[in-house]
């Protein structure tokens, strides 16, 4: 370990240990289906959501359903994503039931209707359960200049937050907006991941598009602990990288591990992210390496780290190459969320199937077969 100024930078010894464990955890062939999608084909899956411990000791899963389609034509190519559901679990993750349901007309707020609902995120704070949403709605223009860019039948994503007092409650609880943007480089806000930090504030991930579309980028607000508001985001603290994530870098998930299991003096941020070379699928040349370059909407996912909650010294491990990929299909292995509990860690993704339809898998892994892989890294 060394220091730059007061910015720690975490060392390669340790860096090995994260990339070790995440490996095991991400296991593409161990993972089991927890949730399938509607129809089993390209176009369908569920995820973008998070699976959280609640005080009532139950396991819940949130994310939604996507049915086919494409983005560029608003609904006129399939109904894309449809619905917003919550599942849970009485039995410590061996079995799920679904007791929630949100429609796109359940999401509307004031004069906007939601065309699409996207990544989702679940948290509970004081007693209180949070579902932060993110859906694209009609009703919000393009920014003065920029309108023709807008297509017809699109809009503009944006992120909402329900509150109730039950994960139950959360059905018949006002939407409130909490996200939005009218500046071109970051027009479109969605996928909200949460986080919380060892001081207890709140870290908001999310991912931002330009006007264009040409790009998926990671932005983060934070919520001090005990505020009910959130600080203003921060836009530019994770720039694309330079090989298979220069199109898409968006942050995914952040598992905090405590220093001594990878010895380090410190607590250490395992962050999740997916990227994809491209955002449209193009032609490989036929007698070069075959990969999966990752596109928009079947995007492949790596690893980065940061230290002692210190997100402004966030550094990838997965710089070259990514690091999960889906055996099957087109390779896709994206929406890496994990769920830190006294006894495991349990991690969901979506996976491409052979089918091209992604599912919600599930892995866990006990603290004792965490200490072992890193032990053997």
């Keep these: 370990m060394y220091e730059v100024g007061d910015v720690i930078v975490l060392n390669e010894p340790v860096n090995k240990k994260i990339t070790a464990l ?5 296991d593409q062939h161990q993972a089991r289906m927890v949730v399938e999608p509607y129809a089993d084909e390209p176009g369908f899956w569920f995820g973008g959501g998070n699976l959280i411990a609640a005080d009532d000791g139950n396991l819940y899963i949130s994310g939604r359903y996507r049915n086919s389609g494409d983005a560029r034509t608003g609904v ?4 894309r994503g449809l619905e917003l559901a919550i599942f849970r679990s009485r039995d410590s993750g061996r079995s799920f039931e679904k007791i929630v349901s949100f429609s ?6 004031d004069d906007k209707q939601v065309i699409s609902i996207e990544g989702v995120a679940l948290q509970v704070l004081d007693g209180c359960i949070e579902l932060f949403v993110s859906t694209e709605k009609s009703g919000i223009e393009y920014p003065a200049g920029l309108e023709d860019h807008k297509k017809p039948g699109t809009g503009v994503w944006t992120i909402d937050r329900i509150e109730a ?3 139950e409650g959360l059905k018949h609880a006002p939407v409130e907006p909490l996200i939005a943007s009218n500046r071109p480089e970051f027009l479109h806000v969605k996928d909200p991941v949460i986080h919380t930090t060892g001081n207890g504030d709140t870290v908001l991930f999310f991912c931002s598009h330009p006007f264009s579309w040409t790009s998926s980028n990671s932005a983060y607000c934070i919520r001090p602990s005990g505020k009910r508001e959130f600080d203003a985001p921060v836009f530019d603290f994770f720039p694309r990288g330079y090989t298979w994530d220069v199109a898409v870098s968006r942050i995914t998930d952040v598992l905090s591990i405590p220093g001594e299991i990878v010895d380090h003096p410190e607590t250490v941020q395992m962050v999740f992210f997916d990227g994809a070379e491209c955002i449209r699928p193009h032609d490989e040349n036929s007698r070069a390496v075959r990969r999966p370059r990752g596109y928009s909407c079947e995007e492949i996912a790596g690893l980065a780290v940061y230290g002692n909650d210190r997100v402004d010294d966030i550094r990838r ?11 099957w ?4 292995s994206r ?4 769920c830190f509990l006294p006894d495991r860690v349990i991690a969901t993704w979506q996976q491409s199937q052979t089918t091209g339809a992604q599912p919600l898998v599930m892995h866990s892994l006990s603290w004792d077969e965490i200490r072992s892989v890193v032990k053997g890294a």
């Design 22 to 26: 995440a490996g095991a955890l991400i």
């Design 76 to 79: 006129g190519k399939g109904s």
């Design 329 to 332: 299909g087109t390779g896709c």
């Design 335 to 338: 929406y890496i969320h994990t």
């Design 317 to 327: 491990i997965s710089s070259i190459n990514p690091l999960f990929i889906s055996p």
């Design 165 to 167: 007092a039950t994960v």
């Design 104 to 109: 796109k007309e359940d999401l509307n707020t």
